[in-house]
């Protein structure tokens, strides 16, 4: 049997080399636990199966297909320097219960959520309770955690009398993009370490078991790294999905930081040469509390950087590094091409503005995050200037990941009390919505920070003046979720003029969580002429301005004093069909939720027609176009009645003689996407219920391939935001799609140049503004009106998001507008600097439909892509109307 104290001592020496800064040295005591470097063969040959022999093949688990397993592994000389064996997805969890077994109690395993394709999450704990003190000091943090959001005053206090007893939560996620490897070889071997090293052999890991509770996400992303792709099996790039929560691998994430609240995480990335620790540039996000934050940002990073020096690695520092132009000088004078030396005031492009990646979205749960990007040349130039120790490959790359992770462990421990004691600062400030300290010593005091002044509190309305009741309540489940807290009006309240209704929600602005509820609810904030360039679009997000839920902002200095209850859980709504005398029903399509209530019905066999014009209610209220209308007979008001208490949705009546021209709605409109696989608009259009299938179009796809079936059979209409194809027959397909009837949904500059290009309309031209991250929210006017099949049920002015900003400049005779761009103030929130390129932007059309040239197929065209990223759900009903309309 393997003698596991004989293997403890013989590694008890060499960890005392760690500290030696001894950097070949130390490199050979990282590697060693697993024998990836050291002499691998020897040591795999003393070890069974339940050893250390754990990031080196034979794997255990059922061998599968996989990308990180099948990344070179140095065992052909071809392969580059620093090949190492990845352990494979399917040796996750096995591997993961074989550490288990071996910890003494220390570690736990759990599955976390499922991936996209059904891939298990897994979240390992390591937090010993062997000794009295660590229970006590355990049982203080939860005593904290309790109180936090509600008295971090009284939890300060509680963290005072502790003093250092106390144990302080970390996060780390890895494998967050599935084609960055070595993070999650690396944080096995530091789990490992932590769980299996018996207590009082080495005081760093003692003091780790001691004070700290390990988080970490093991695979955050297990379709990509199965794939060696960066996204998940939707497509999603899940490090942009953190404020949306979309995806199931999100939402696991995020219950975690919920429930622990850790004051830092790290996330493990690859690949920046040097490596990159995530020190943001400007912009800031304006709702964190930047003084705090930079604090702890900074000073953890130095930790990591020294850490890394003594090894010989280097790193580098967007915010103390970079110029404007988003990189280091590349001059030999060390300077920035504008002649000032980089640094704070000068950096851009690696910021934390938006809350879509996982550190900012952290850092407004808890306090400190960073993105770890670890370099994996082959050169030196991973390396600290005059080192030698290079190269070292993807297994530096581990290595690096290894350094900035254990680091941050020592760092966080030994700072416990004043990380978690800042953290509830935040907490406190947020509960008496205190202002923010100005901020910050030098050299931060140039750096680019718009901390917002809060509101008082945001109004998401029930009944009067809100679209959809349904949707209000969407929004409110997702603060909820997100440890916002959220209250309700208790009775009807007038404020300047408006009524607000008993039951109408209000998220005050004196909470914890305020920052996070600022940011997702606000507009946001219009960059342009502050800023050169954003690390990655979009420039704005709001959920309350996005979403299908109308938000109201109520000013800091308003005089609004409703009384409100807290909330739990959103409100029970009632739904079902408008009582009195009915010749038909009618469902406005003005949410997501009436979209999939349409779907659900017409897949149950309901049938509906679509209304061609607006038209007047029994009450005098004006029905729009676009409304879905069903027969009034006993058996339909039955299946109504029940969908609509089911969704909360109502069904209006109208008497026979009111209704309008209309159309039969035959079935659920059949949608080709034309891209190759599943991406954000297939899971869009599925999750409203529609049937939508990637088709691709490419010179070798099914589409353009003569012998193959077409694969356009089958589907009613096509969304579009890619260009033209260049295959003979894949064109031919597509202008035979279209001659015999089918529906056309295009997005972006190309989902209108599609048309120009098919010779399908003749006049269309359009225009965008891409590059340095231009994106954001703009406003738009709704010409088309209640006599809009498109947009009918929208108001007449509404927020989009734009990712580039696109518009049309000239639209074709057999098209009408339905949305156009105000001529001047259209641009609310983000970063599109008005210029020469933008200028035939103001008051053009956003939003168009009619039909083809020869009247054969009907065409919907947005400059905006309603399905972007999953998040605007407020555009999904006109994309909804769009296709009921154009299926003919
Ligand atoms: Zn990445």
Same mark, same amino acid.
């Given at each position: 049997m393997f003698n596991f104290q004989k293997l403890q001592r013989s590694r008890a020496p060499r960890l005392a080399l %760690?500290?030696?800064?001894?950097f070949l040295l130390t490199v050979s005591i990282l590697i060693s636990p697993v024998g990836a470097l050291a002499t691998p063969e020897a040591t795999k040959s003393e070890l &069974?199966?339940?050893?250390?022999?754990?990031?080196?093949?034979? /794997?255990?688990g059922t061998p599968e297909p996989d990308g990180a397993g099948s990344?070179?592994?140095?065992? $052909?000389?071809?392969?580059?320097? @620093?090949?190492f064996p990845h352990i494979p997805y399917y040796a996750i969890g096995c591997t993961l219960a074989e550490i288990q077994a071996r910890s003494n109690g220390r570690m736990e395993v759990e599955v976390l959520g499922q991936s996209a394709l059904g891939r298990d999450m897994y979240l390992v704990t390591i937090n010993a309770l062997d000794t009295p003190q660590q229970r006590k000091d355990f049982q203080t943090w939860q005593n904290i955690r309790k109180i936090a959001l509600t008295e971090p005053q009284r939890a300060q206090d509680m963290l005072d009398r502790a003093g250092g007893d106390v144990k302080v939560p970390i996060f780390i996620q890895s494998?967050?993009? @599935?084609?960055?490897?070595e993070g999650v070889d690396a944080m096995f071997e530091l789990v490992e370490r932590l769980a299996t090293?018996?207590?009082?052999?080495?005081p760093e890991v003692d003091a780790i078991l001691d004070h700290v509770v390990l988080l970490w996400n093991?695979?955050?992303?297990p379709d990509g790294r199965v794939a060696g792709a960066r996204t998940n099996g939707n497509n999603?790039?899940?490090? *942009? $999905?953190? %404020?949306?929560?979309?995806?199931s691998e999100t939402k696991a994430a995020v219950s975690i930081m919920q429930e622990w609240l850790p004051p830092d995480i790290l996330d493990m990335h690859g690949y920046v040469t040097p490596t990159l620790i995530e020190s943001t540039t400007k &912009?800031?996000?304006?709702?964190?509390?930047y003084d705090l934050w930079l604090k702890w940002n900074a000073s953890r990073i130095d930790a990591n950087e020294a850490a890394m020096n003594a090894i010989g690695l280097a790193v580098t520092r967007p915010i103390l590094d970079w110029c404007a132009n988003g990189?280091? #000088?590349?001059s030999p004078d060390g300077l920035c091409p504008n002649g000032l030396p980089p640094g704070p005031s000068q950096a851009e492009g /690696?910021?934390? /503005?938006?809350?879509? =990646?996982t550190p900012m979205y952290s850092q407004l749960v808890g306090l400190n995050g960073s993105t770890v990007e670890m370099c994996n040349r082959t050169?030196?130039?991973?390396?600290?200037?005059?080192?030698?120790?290079?190269?070292?490959?993807r297994l530096g790359a581990k290595i690096a990941q290894y350094t900035v992770g254990w680091s941050t462990l020592l760092f966080d421990l030994e700072n416990r009390h004043d990380l978690l004691w800042d953290e509830l600062e935040t907490y406190r400030r947020g509960v008496k919505n205190a202002p923010r300290p100005e901020c910050c010593e030098p050299?931060?005091?140039?750096?680019g920070f718009w901390m917002r002044k809060y509101p008082l509190a945001y109004v998401i309305p029930l009944?009067?003046?809100? *679209?959809s009741d349904p949707e209000a309540n969407r929004l409110v489940d997702w603060l909820l979720t997100n440890g916002i807290l959220v209250e309700e009006m208790k009775q009807d309240t007038v404020h300047e003029g408006m009524t607000f209704e008993k039951g109408s929600y209000v998220v005050w602005?004196?909470?914890?969580h305020r920052g996070l509820a600022d940011t997702a609810l606000s507009i946001g904030t219009n960059i342009s002429g502050l800023i050169?360039? %954003?690390?990655?679009?979009?420039?704005a997000w709001s959920h309350g301005y996005l979403w299908g839920a109308d938000t109201l902002v109520i000013p800091r200095e308003a005089n609004f004093a409703p009384i409100t209850n807290r909330v739990t859980k959103s409100s029970h709504l009632l739904g079902g069909v408008e009582p009195g005398v009915a010749g038909a029903y009618v469902l406005a399509i003005d949410s997501p939720t009436a979209v999939r209530t349409l779907n659900a019905l017409l897949a149950g066999g309901t049938p509906a027609q679509l209304a061609m014009a607006s038209f007047i209610s029994p009450d005098g209220a004006t029905l729009p176009a676009g409304s879905a209308i069903f027969a009034a007979d006993p058996a339909t008001k039955v299946t109504l009645a029940s969908i609509g208490r089911t969704n909360d949705v109502w069904f209006t009546r109208s008497y026979s003689d009111d209704l309008p021209a209309m159309e039969p709605i035959d079935r659920v409109p059949r949608i080709a996407v034309l891209t190759a696989a599943v991406n954000q608009d297939v899971w869009s259009l599925r999750n409203l219920g529609f049937t939508a299938d990637p088709v691709g179009t490419g010179s070798s796809s099914q589409l353009n391939d003569?012998?193959?079936?077409?694969?356009?059979?089958?589907? $009613?209409l096509v969304f579009n935001t890619a260009g033209? #194809?260049?295959?003979t027959t894949a064109r031919a397909r597509l202008q035979a799609f279209f001659a015999g009837g089918g529906g056309y949904i295009g997005a972006l500059l190309n989902g209108a140049n599609f048309l120009t290009s098919a010779g399908l309309v003749s006049g269309l031209t359009a225009a965008n503004r891409t590059g340095n991250g231009r994106s954001g929210i703009v406003s738009w006017n709704?010409?088309? @009106?209640?006599?809009?099949?498109?947009?009918?049920?929208?108001?007449?002015q509404d927020t989009a998001i734009m990712d580039p900003p696109t518009w049309f400049t000239a639209t074709p005779a057999t098209m009408s507008v339905d949305g156009r761009l105000p001529l001047?103030? =259209?641009? %609310?929130?983000g970063l599109w600097q008005p210029d020469a390129q933008s200028?035939?932007?103001?008051?053009?059309?956003v939003i168009a439909h009619g039909t083809s040239t020869s009247g054969a197929a009907r065409l919907a065209i947005f400059a905006?892509?309603?399905l972007y990223r999953a998040?605007?759900?407020?555009?999904w009903a006109m994309l909804a109307s769009a296709a009921y309309w154009a299926d003919q």
């Open positions: %760690l500290r030696s800064f001894s &069974p199966q339940t050893s250390l022999a754990l990031a080196a093949p034979p /794997w255990c990344l070179p592994d140095g065992s $052909d000389p071809s392969h580059p320097a @620093g090949s494998g967050i993009h @599935g084609n960055e490897s090293t018996p207590y009082g052999a080495d093991v695979v955050h992303n999603f790039d899940l490090n *942009r $999905d953190f %404020l949306t929560q979309s995806q &912009p800031h996000n304006p709702s964190i509390d990189s280091p #000088p590349t /690696w910021d934390d /503005w938006g809350p879509f =990646y050169d030196t130039r991973c390396g600290v200037p005059g080192s030698t120790a290079h190269p070292l490959g050299p931060y005091e140039t750096d009944g009067a003046g809100q *679209r602005m004196t909470q914890a050169e360039r %954003l690390y990655a679009p979009p420039g003569p012998a193959a079936a077409n694969p356009l059979d089958g589907y $009613d033209w #194809p260049s295959g709704n010409e088309g @009106g209640p006599n809009s099949p498109i947009v009918g049920a929208f108001p007449a001047a103030g =259209y641009f %609310l929130a200028a035939s932007a103001p008051g053009s059309a905006m892509n309603p998040d605007p759900e407020r555009e």
